[in-house]
């Protein structure tokens, strides 16, 4: 591994750190617990990859199970920020479709092969789930400051992470087989790390103003 990919394990400390240091000080509310279980949890598969990847395992398994933790997190983070039946029974019906579509897709793929098809799909529901409950907010203009709540800052993460990621995966099999040239493919990846830093950085300050946040 190089200093970039160094550099981005070490960040997973920050926001785990911040989280640990507010949950024994009992004041890590709902909302900062589940983005530190998040954090934490994708930490342990980042490992995990890393650890496959060195010893010359496939590790692509990992992250169609790793999919399914985006949906149900995304899903228990947000549902009880939208006020009205309708709008909850909708993100249920998505939640549903999206869950199905995945397995079926997984079942018929080989697990050994990457996960396009499967990252569309998480995109199309967290992309769903996150401008739902943007809209939401504004409607009922019940965050003066979007930028000191955790639920817009997370959600404007996600967005943004799961953006780059499908445009990433849908270029996937052009950047390796050349394609493109072999230049890009590093280059794309230096950027697909330094933005995971960028994420974290983000990801460690909803944890830290979530502590204002009791709901």
Not at 111 to 117: Q, T
Not at 134 to 150: A, G, L, S, Y
Request: with cysteine; charged share 10%; proline share 1%.
């Amino acid at each position: 591994m190089g200093g970039l990919e160094y550099a981005v394990f070490s960040s997973y400390i920050l926001p785990i750190g911040i989280g640990l240091a507010l949950l024994f000080q009992k004041r890590l509310p709902f909302a900062g617990n589940m983005v530190w279980i998040y954090m934490l949890f994708t930490f342990c598969v980042e490992v995990m990859s890393t650890v496959f990847a060195i010893n010359g395992f496939n590790n692509l398994w990992l992250y169609r199970i790793y999919l399914y933790v985006e949906l149900v997190f995304s899903s228990i983070f947000f549902f009880n920020q939208f006020s009205k039946n309708r709008s909850k029974n909708m993100l249920i019906i998505v939640f549903s479709a999206s869950i199905i579509l995945t397995t079926l897709m997984n079942f018929f793929d080989d697990w050994k092969a990457h996960a396009s098809v499967q990252t569309g799909i998480i995109f199309g529901y967290v992309s769903f789930i996150t401008i739902s409950y943007f809209t939401e907010m504004f409607r009922t203009e019940r965050v003066f400051n979007p930028f000191t709540d955790i639920y817009f800052v997370v959600g404007a993460v996600l967005l943004l992470g799961h953006s780059c990621t499908f445009i990433y995966d849908v270029l996937y099999d052009y950047l390796v087989s050349g394609y493109f040239g072999s230049a890009i493919l590093s280059i794309l990846n230096k950027v697909n790390l330094s933005l995971i830093l960028f994420y974290n950085v983000l990801y460690s300050y909803a944890i830290w103003i979530s502590r204002y946040r009791r709901t």
